[in-house]
């Protein structure tokens, strides 16, 4: 039994401290109950009843520090979500020029899957790189089996041309087809770090959506600047559908709700 669940102020503040200082994302007292709820589910996997015993480990244990800071993200996300985007894309974009496209915030995969698909079926050559912050969410995006219910909004003819229908323990969930997973690579990338890519690798598009949503200002500028380190000039930058860039400074032009082309 987990005798000692109920977080101090003085251990949420240095949680909610350590989670900004990894991952960017604030956490204000409104987290609280779910912060409690997810550290309770970390300590019952650990064996551990004491809060004063889990900090300790995470200040020790790099592992479990990621195996938390996982635990604590909210990934709720379905394919194609937010599409106007890739219609936009699709309208605008010349299918005999190569496509390099960063989803810089991919969770379980489910959106460079959805931008994938939809490029694969409308001619165009492409590849795009997908990065999370969280382990656990890569895993499942490089493995590309889903509940049937995450891809409802997927039209009939892509469904059946792009997925397989699961079987036995899997009849309730699909898989992309190797077609696609081919031409997404995972890999984990922290959004606070500056770019991992040399100057000679630049992307034509950049997907970044709805995770700048946890982030202060401070945090949102570094991010979208890292981010058009590695963008083209002229390329475009996506944010979430309920994210907003005011406020920041930026050299970006807006051409949609929530979409941009950088101008440097």
Not at 96 to 116: L, Q, R, V
Not at 142 to 164: C, D, G, H, N
Not at 242 to 257: A, H, V
Request: aromatic share 10%.
């Amino acid at each position: 039994m987990i005798s000692a669940t109920k977080l101090s102020r003085a251990q949420f503040k240095k949680l909610t401290s350590l989670i900004y200082k990894e991952s960017g994302i604030v956490l204000n007292e409104q987290k609280y109950e779910l912060l409690s709820a997810r550290l309770a589910k970390r300590m019952r996997l650990k064996k551990i009843s004491s809060i004063t015993d889990y900090l300790k480990l995470i200040d020790n244990n790099t592992n479990e520090f990621i195996d938390f800071i996982d635990a604590i993200t909210t990934n709720h996300t379905f394919f194609f979500r937010e599409n106007a985007h890739c219609e936009y894309l699709i309208k605008t974009l010349d299918t005999k020029k190569y496509i390099k496209i960063w989803s810089a915030a991919s969770s379980s995969g489910e959106e460079p899957y959805s931008i994938a698909i939809q490029l694969a079926a409308n001619g165009f050559q492409f590849e795009i790189f997908a990065s999370d912050i969280s382990n656990t969410m890569l895993e499942i995006g490089q493995r590309a089996i889903y509940p049937k219910e995450r891809v409802r909004s997927v039209p009939l003819p892509m469904l059946r041309t792009y997925f397989k229908k699961g079987k036995g323990a899997y009849k309730d969930h699909v898989k992309v087809k190797s077609s696609i997973i081919k031409k997404v690579k995972f890999a984990k990338y922290n959004l606070l770090e500056e770019s991992q890519f040399p100057d000679s690798i630049k992307f034509d598009i950049i997907f970044c959506r709805n995770v700048m949503i946890y982030f202060d200002n401070i945090t949102r500028e570094k991010v979208v600047n890292n981010l058009l380190k590695s963008l083209k000039r002229g390329g475009h930058l996506f944010v979430g559908m309920s994210e907003s860039l005011q406020g920041i400074k930026n050299n970006l032009k807006t051409i949609l709700p929530s979409g941009y082309i950088n101008k440097s």
